[in-house]
């Protein structure tokens, strides 16, 4: 009989140490690993948010830079990672809702648990310095000028930014070079000493480096810019945009999610992180773990299609 009432005790206790462990989370620091590498959107985006999020939790974000395969290096290892949350990512959309259809990658937009969304930044198109060309109508009239005359920049084959800058060209009836890079910091490193011409980023990479911007990829300026015409105002209404947010690997527990996703919502609303996003011409944009994963999963339904259609083909 004693031993029965112990069992008994011991299995009513269970849901209250459950809640307790889930009460403890964190109790050490947590990895936020960045699929790219330094000086890029989502590492600026990243560092922008690693000291408002480490206040909400109440423990050290340490931030770690997996950069490769346009965010499939980092995005696997994140995905292979244990589901305990110590350690979380921060990806745009295209590492996971388009990459899956270009690479043998060992993941999918379903081995990932979405715990918030954290910006929402507007493209620009952006000139290289000693360009031969210092607007785009003369981008246009330099592709023109010859096959694979114009030589842009991408942050890698099928990259966000590599379809937006070939929905532009192919609008436009023209052509170019596609130079890939590991991502956008080496691509602005590259734009800056000359070896590409153009290339298609968020605002907060001319905010951080100075480039010029010839255009803003929609149908309207951007506040941050407003002497930079639209792309609808020079006859190309498109839109564009490069947006991201936490992740973790799929099966972390619901507990933890949610008090990760609230310290998201603490962070991205803060006066720290939207001063420093405002200087980089970056919108912060939280939604909850639910609203972000349907984006992605919408997104990543339409892409095999768009990708097909600009005859962007798996590497």
Known sequence: ?????????AMLALPAAAQSQGEAY??????????FPPGGNTDLMARALQAE??????????????GGAA????????????????????????????QPFLQNVTYTPES????????????????GRNAPFRDFAGMIAHARSGREALVFGSPGVGSTQHILIAQLLRAAGVDGLNVPF???GPMSQAALAGQIMAFVEAASIPASTGLPVLAVLGTRRMAALPDVPSTGELGYPMAGTTYGGLIAPAGLPDAIAETIERACRTAVTSEGFRTIAERLNAVPSFQTGAEFR??????SQVNRALLADLGIQRQ
Do not use: H
Not at 53 to 66: D, F
Not at 112 to 127: A, E, G, K, T
Not at 294 to 299: N, P
């Open 53 to 66: 999020l480490s206040k909400a939790l109440g423990q050290q974000v340490v931030a770690v830079n997996r």
């Open 71 to 98: 965010g499939a290096i980092g995005n696997a290892e994140l995905a292979r990672a244990r589901p305990d949350g110590y350690t979380i990512g921060i990806s745009p959309n295209n590492a996971i809702t388009t």
């Open 1 to 9: 009989m004693r031993w029965i009432t112990l069992m008994l005790a």
């Open 26 to 35: 964190p109790s050490r620091a947590v990895q936020l690993i960045i699929p």
């Open 294 to 299: 349907a984006r992605f999963i919408a997104e």
């Open 182 to 184: 590991t991502g956008a």
């Open 112 to 127: 990932f648990r979405y715990l918030c969304l954290v910006y929402d930044n507007p493209q620009v198109l952006i000139l």
